[in-house]
């Protein structure tokens, strides 16, 4: 059975066509990748994301639901960040540790307990009637965390428009295009080249031969920020707007 995350992989790479353009259809098109920037703009309780363990969530939701209630506020705190470090790796649950006062082994919560941790001891007012904890499952998953992001510069050749982006190294070209959508709707109606050479809109772009220099900077001691490649669009007088 395929994984899930080979399923929207595949989603991205479908082709079916609209006039003269090929590429994934935008219109139901998901975002498989996320860098640690996009997800710390989401810090405050009415936006409220966090990544764990490679994944991102939207606890948006969840923030609704229990608005109010004293025990959101250690996640309210972290909003937007990573919080990896809550989780046990090989469980893919919140680290416990044995509990002085009771001997035995409870969840490990430094900022202390939040929605869906068990009180210390036992309590007539603690519902656990609200089946899944919000940390298992899938539920609020909405993609994977960019282990590596990169800097490129997209231009375009018609208009001279120069944007910069950071992006996920782990992202096909089609994946970039749609970030390049708010400030060009037209996105897909170019022609994407890298020192001249057209490039497959289903690869990455290590895999378009875009090399990451980022350690060959680092140990020449330069700094790799003076070059950032460029990716230049070249009109295809179609007028496609996704």
């Known amino acids: 059975m395929k994984q899930p995350e080979m399923l929207v992989a595949e989603s991205a790479r479908a082709t079916p066509r609209r006039g003269l353009v090929g590429g994934p259809d935008f219109e139901f098109f998901q975002r498989r990748y996320f860098t640690p920037a996009e997800v710390a703009q989401h810090n405050v309780p009415e936006d409220l994301w966090v990544s764990y363990l490679g994944s991102v969530y939207d606890l948006t939701p969840l923030a609704h639901k229990y608005k109010g209630d004293l025990l959101l506020k250690p996640i309210v705190e972290v909003a937007g960040q990573d919080i990896s470090h809550w989780f046990d790796p090989k469980t893919r649950d919140i680290r416990k540790h044995v509990d002085p006062l009771t001997g035995t082994l409870r969840y490990r919560t430094p900022r202390g307990r939040f929605l869906h941790v068990p009180p210390q001891l036992p309590r007539s007012d603690w519902a656990n009637d609200f089946g899944k904890p919000w940390w298992q499952g899938v539920h609020y998953e909405v993609g994977r965390l960019s282990t590596k992001t990169r800097n490129i510069r997209i231009i375009n050749t018609l208009t001279s428009q120069e944007h910069a982006l950071e992006v996920g190294a782990q992202e096909s070209m089609w994946e970039i295009l749609h970030r390049c959508l708010p400030f060009n709707a037209h996105a897909a109606s170019y022609t994407w080249k890298y020192e001249g050479k ?25 700094d790799g920020t003076v070059y950032t490649p460029a990716i230049l669009l070249y009109f295809n007088d179609d007028l496609t707007e996704l």
């Open 198 to 222: 057209k490039l497959n809109m289903d690869y990455t772009l290590e895999e378009n031969g875009i090399r990451d220099e980022d350690e060959e900077f680092d140990y020449l001691n330069m």
